[in-house]
């Protein structure tokens, strides 16, 4: 939760939203849905059938993810991926602020970083890599 100490940074600047997505408990089952219903191909499918990203016609990125594990903790709602330049510099902020991180992982395609909000929504930071 957020406190009230001084940060000298000021807010971390966002560059727009990378990603929307949900979270499911069958990636497969998802998959098959969005397939068949919306007619959406992957554009990346995740290892081990954890989830897909798909790329629509107006260049935003949707994407369902397999939750649980190790791998990402499971919520069933929807979550936002909000676009950083520098994440090591948002989490030194973050730190300053006295925001907990929850969840943090790197992936071939990305390194994230889950914090809750001050109602309890999880909110990620995320930076592509290049």
Known sequence: MVNNKSVAAGPIPLRGI????YMCRDA???????????GLEPSL????????????????????????GNVMPFQPSNGILFAVD???AALANLAARGIPVHYQTET?????AM????????????????
């Open 108 to 112: 071939p395609l990305c390194t994230m």
């Open 115 to 130: 914090i809750a909000d001050s109602e309890g929504n999880t909110v990620t930071l995320h930076q592509r890599k290049r």
């Open 86 to 88: 520098d994440l090591q």
């Open 45 to 68: 499918t995740y290892p081990e059938g954890r989830g897909a990203e798909y790329e629509l016609p107006d260049g935003t990125t949707f994407g369902l993810w397999g939750g649980g």
């Open 28 to 38: 497969a089952r998802a998959i098959a849905f969005y397939r068949d219903v919306f």
């Open 18 to 21: 990378d990603l929307s997505g």
